[in-house]
């Protein structure tokens, strides 16, 4: 709508009715967010918004305020043809480097995702299936069998970590039999320093970084600092 | 009006909202930990003041970071709470309508409860009267360990008590849906579940385990706080108790 008919639409709540509404908008990114999963404009608004839809520009103007300023979290959406929005964290990682580099909630399979994530990345962005599958058993971590702590790996790493938007797992045209790679997600673009993988790698085989010449620049070019690449944050109209 | 919040302050309550509870060493050390990042210089004994100043941000959301007594071993505890009439949000995408039914009245039969524990039989027999969707015995008993396992219940000896995640998190709920059965510490005037109740007909006030043993600690003659009658329930003297809290 135009700003004239949100000015209509605000005379129609009260400024503590909004905030209330924005405090749900809140609430319901945050669980959302518990599981990585992407929130649907229009779930949004059928679900939370409801009657509210005409002052919606409003609301997601102090939904996006607060997230920034109380959280330290940016709600940016991923998906511009189907409206998908994630949370992704605006704090800069600890020093240190390892598992620390991806952010967000503390958690056994993060280690495992930044492992997944530092192989596609020093290959250039997309690695054969086998490949990341031969990479995990080294690591005693077998994709055929349960572990202990990850569950059923191959469905966390080809499903859960996929709806996530950490990683991307496509089919390889033209393959018989069918063959598939994994690329980085959208979130992990947003949310995983590349400088810190390489750093972390440079530990693990006590090399300096710039000795991988082209990822050293990839990871130290402008538009890598997390939160600030392409998707744009959104807050206009459903 | 509190001050603005720095990056400090959001590292800290990002941490909360990934760990469900953090005893009081936990917490003490993820504050050193976060202002170390920010090079920001930490206060001791400031940490109430550093989470008051969160809250003060968070209220508009209905969010508080509150603190609750292990009525097992009386240790403080923080957590993030959702204070909205939503009851049950931050346990809605873990369990499914009928599984909270079951959690919603077995949290209702430990609240009515004499001491604040009920039997595996009791809950298994809620599995019948859900009203979403009935469960079956065996199915019943998995929500359980789940419930056990995510820390909303505690589990001994086969019979079930609110965990200190689930105290804290729950009181509003608690508060609001048994106004008339709350119990209140006479000692740490927090709720109280798991509790000693003073015998005498006129007086009946309740104190939690942990708070009867700092109370009474040392004391040869053991009298009610309130009606100075002999007070003559066994006091745990196992323990060793860091009492913190102002009563
Ligand atoms: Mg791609
Ligand atoms: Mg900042
Ligand atoms: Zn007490
Ligand atoms: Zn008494």
Redesign the interface.
């Known amino acids: 709508p135009s700003s004239s008919q949100v000015q209509r639409g605000m005379e129609k709540f009260t400024n503590s009715q909004v905030?209330q509404k924005?405090?749900?908008v809140?609430?319901f990114f945050?669980?959302?967010d518990?599981?990585k999963i992407p929130v649907r404009r229009a779930d949004l608004v059928k679900h939370v918004i409801k009657e509210y839809r005409n002052v919606y520009s409003e609301i997601m103007k102090r939904v996006h305020q607060?997230f920034d300023?109380?959280?330290?979290?940016k709600l940016v959406e991923i998906d511009t043809k189907n409206h998908l929005y994630i949370l992704i964290?605006?704090?800069e990682p600890?020093?240190g480097g390892g598992a620390a580099a991806v952010q967000?909630?503390?958690?056994p399979k993060t280690g495992l995702l930044f492992v997944i994530l530092s192989v596609i990345f020093m290959k250039r962005g997309a690695v054969k299936e086998s490949v990341i599958w031969n990479t995990l058993k080294k690591l005693r971590v077998d994709p055929g069998e349960r572990h202990e702590q990850f569950g059923d790996v191959k469905r966390l790493v080809t499903d859960e970590f996929v709806r996530q938007r950490y990683l991307e797992y496509v089919r390889i045209p033209h393959t018989e039999p069918v063959e598939f790679e994994f690329h980085w997600g959208q979130r992990a673009e947003l949310e995983v320093s590349k400088a810190k993988i390489l750093d972390f790698m440079g530990q693990l085989h006590d090399q300096d970084p710039q000795t991988w010449s082209q990822q050293y620049r990839e990871a130290h070019a402008p538009p890598s600092t997390p939160g600030s690449s392409q998707p744009h944050t959104s807050s206009s109209q459903p | 009006m509190a001050r603005q919040l720095g990056d400090v302050h959001r590292r800290f309550l990002q941490s909360m909202m990934s760990n469900s509870v953090l005893d009081e060493q936990q917490a003490t050390a993820l504050y050193q930990n976060c202002c170390d990042i920010h090079k920001v210089q930490s206060i001791p004994d400031k940490l109430d003041d550093f989470i008051d100043n969160i809250n003060s941000k968070l209220q508009p959301m209905f969010m508080q970071i509150r603190k609750g007594m292990s009525e097992d071993n009386g240790h403080q505890f923080y957590a993030l709470v959702n204070m909205a009439e939503t009851d049950v949000t931050r346990m809605s995408s873990d369990y499914a309508d009928n599984e909270l039914e079951l959690f919603r009245k077995t949290l209702d039969l430990i609240v009515s409860s004499e001491n604040g524990k009920i039997s595996s039989t009791d809950v298994l027999n809620i599995a019948d009267t859900l009203t979403t969707k009935k469960l079956k015995k065996s199915e019943a008993e998995q929500v359980l360990n789940r419930l056990v396992q995510d820390k909303w219940l505690n589990e001994k000896r086969g019979e079930f008590s609110l965990s200190v995640k689930c105290i804290i998190e729950m009181e509003p709920y608690i508060r609001r849906m048994h106004e008339d059965q709350v119990k209140v510490c006479h000692i740490c005037h927090n709720i109280a579940f798991q509790c000693q109740i003073c015998d005498s007909p006129t007086c009946g006030i309740k104190i939690h385990n942990p708070c009867v043993a700092t109370y009474f600690k040392g004391r040869v003659d053991p009298r009610c706080p309130a009606c100075d009658e002999f007070w003559p329930h066994e006091i745990p003297g196992i323990y060793f108790y860091f009492s913190t809290y102002n009563s």
Not at chain 1, 69 to 73: A, D, E, R, S
Not at chain 1, 104 to 107: E, L, Q, R
């Open positions: 905030d924005t405090a749900e809140i609430q945050l669980v959302k518990q599981k607060t300023q109380v959280f330290g979290l964290n605006k704090l600890p020093e967000g909630p503390a958690n």
